[in-house]
């Protein structure tokens, strides 16, 4: 047996611990003209994460799925502790969509003992999550910098719920002369039209209920923009029919999809984002609205 990695079966793939491991994996399977895909996560997996390593699977040769909870894109009081943890349940699902490695790291292979380094972002990463989470970019870009240096792939795999990281993520791969291409996949969604994430989990019957006010929202976001309403009353129309579902708003949204700036026109393009809070949960969502004229 390979050191570093334990064996799946017939149904899961094998896990990698070790960075040097996958990294040397990697690599062969490149070498050998091998295309490899890559999905980082942290794990607690869904339709939504079995659809990128679908969308890998079927672009790649080889995909690589990372789970990792980082502890470093977690503020004080937030659901580091209680954020789900499946691996066995997670290997399951991946093996059902031919995952070759899993790669699941402790955390002191990913910040070794005495690690002073991170990356530190601006631009894009300064507003809505970087202003109400202060360091959780940071978090994202220091863990994602170091992933893409263990698992050497072509394509890395974002899911676009997660809009604002897949921005900042793109912008910390351009500054970076990083050689991966950012693939950022359809959002995924409920039958009521609910984003699915991990957090979901945390809602009781009557939250789960209240928060398809979010996905609400972003559909008369859409409607008001194509009909040609301007930016306020857009944002206004959003921050009302959240709080109609008795959700906390963080933030309601219409802003440049690049820079995550004031629009510079009213024509857009543009992309309506949204954060909400139901008890203990705190969830995100957003839409693209395309150039009007």
Same mark, same amino acid.
């Given at each position: 047996?390979?050191? *570093?990695?334990?064996?799946?079966? $017939?149904?899961?793939?094998?896990? %990698?611990s070790? /960075? +040097?491991?996958?990294?040397?994996? =990697? #690599? ?21 994460h ?31 502790d ?15 969509h *031919?995952?070759?490695?899993?790669? $699941?790291?402790?955390?002191?292979? %990913?910040?070794? /003992? +005495?690690?002073?380094t991170?990356? =530190? #972002? ?81 809602l ?18 859409e ?9 306020d009353?857009?944002e ?49 969502d ?8």
């Amino acid at each position: 047996m390979t050191p *570093g990695i334990l064996p799946g079966d $017939a149904a899961t793939p094998g896990i %990698i611990s070790d /960075p +040097g491991t996958i990294r040397a994996a =990697v #690599v062969a399977a490149r070498a050998a003209g091998r295309s490899i895909g890559f999905v980082p996560t942290m794990g607690a997996l869904h339709a939504g994460h079995a659809s990128l390593a679908a969308r890998a699977g079927n672009e790649c040769d080889d995909v690589v799925v990372s789970i990792f909870v980082n502890p470093t894109q977690f503020g004080a009081g937030e659901d580091f502790d209680r954020y789900p943890r499946r691996l066995a349940d997670d290997c399951r699902l991946l093996g059902e969509h *031919g995952v070759r490695w899993v790669f $699941a790291p402790e955390a002191r292979m %990913i910040y070794p /003992p +005495g690690d002073a380094t991170r990356v =530190v #972002v601006d631009g894009p990463a300064r507003r809505f999550e970087g202003r109400i989470r202060p360091g959780h970019f940071e978090g994202v870009a220091t863990v994602v910098c170091r992933l893409f240096n263990a698992v050497p792939a072509d394509v890395a795999y974002f899911g676009a719920k997660d809009w604002q990281q897949t921005v900042v993520v793109r912008r910390m791969v351009e500054d970076l002369g990083l050689p991966i291409w950012i693939s950022v996949c359809p959002t995924i969604r409920e039958p009521d039209g609910l984003a699915m994430s991990s957090r979901n989990a945390y809602l009781s019957a009557a939250e789960r209920r209240q928060a398809v006010g979010l996905h609400e929202s972003l559909e008369l976001a859409e409607k008001l923009w194509t009909a040609g309403e301007p930016v306020d009353s857009i944002e206004g129309a959003m921050r009302a029919a959240i709080e109609a579902r008795e959700i906390r708003v963080d933030y309601a949204a219409v802003v440049d999809p690049d820079s995550l700036a004031p629009l510079a026109t009213s024509g857009g393009p543009a992309v309506a984002l949204v954060a909400g809070r139901l008890g203990g949960t705190r969830l995100i969502d957003n839409r693209i609205l395309a150039a009007r004229g």
